[in-house]
């Protein structure tokens, strides 16, 4: 029996959730920064790690720590590190690099009031864009959104499987309701956990060339250091062999296969949450701490007869096109709350405006939406 999971059914903070999740998925190595409302993952991976045979080390700062991140990743461990949105500021260099490398690492972004220091002990959504064009240039990403402890713990697992996939980084956007929130966590057997490990090359090292993708996923391939295969983690272009070049179709053609590794795979990656959309009129869609008050208030209005739907995003990147398309084309308006001044709003606008009307329902953090609030702009609509 895997020793390193606990099992059972306990009382836990959202942030002690995600490193059993990361615990249970593998991982071997945290390095990070302390900072508010992340802080709680790094002193839970201080005590946990050494008794599992990982290692934790504290960071100078937030770049050294997903630098350490990305060498322990490319070393063969599954690492990850947790920061907030300021902390996401000072890791772009490193994101892109991670991207453009193709390192596998997780990310935990516990977003708070801001912007710069803000309210650092308040909640926000404010960092939706920052996590997904932070860093310069061309690149897709992957960004899970949980919105209890439970998921703290079940994303996290699958972040770790994404990254591990599609060997990029991967954000778990949690915020400080979430990740301060006490509920009840199940952690089910080792052997109930579905886990995935990197593809290693199953050809000499003789015949291997580094960055040939595998023509069904776009990813090629990854060897550790040690394993005697040759593998470059320059950042530049390069070709297949992992040599640099400033050649278009060279750097073209790895872009464009960074992003379509991602959005390509959309179907396999994304994940909603909806209820109600067989009769509804609109629909509230949500995500995050953000997405509990959404329920109740689509529990009251449906209760007092009105055909309101809630749609949750569990995946924030890559975004859902298809299903909002599909929820837009079943209703005459969609309404977003989140806790910022309008940011997936947009999102949603993209792909649903020629269908359905959208609205916006923000607010700028350091308060949550009350069901209340909810549900009085959602009412407007049936007035």
Known sequence: MNKRVRT?????????ACVEGAIAAGCMLFAGYPITPATEIAEFMAGRLPRVGGVYV???????SLGIVAGASAGGWKAMTATSGNGICLMQEEIGYAAMAEIPCVIVDAQRAGPGTGAATKSMQGDVYQVRYGSNADYSIIALAPSSPQEMFD????AFNYSETYRTPVFILSDEIVSHMRERVTIPAPEKIPLVNRKKPDVPPEKFVPFRAESATGVPPMPSFGDGYALPVSSFTRTETGRPST??????GLVQRLWDKIEKNVDRIVRIESNGLEDAEVAVVSYGSVAR????AVRRMRSEGMRVAFVRLIT?????DERIREVAQHVKALFVPEMNLGKMVREVERVAGRYAEVFSIPKPGVEIHTPVEIQEAVGRIFS
């Open 8 to 16: 059972g059914t306990y009382f836990m903070q959202g942030n002690e």
């Open 58 to 64: 504290q960071g100078e700062d937030e770049l050294a």
């Open 155 to 158: 994303l996290t697992i699958e």
């Open 247 to 252: 050649d278009y179709k060279t750097h073209a």
């Open 293 to 296: 008050a959404s329920r109740d």
């Open 316 to 320: 924030l990147w890559p975004f859902p």
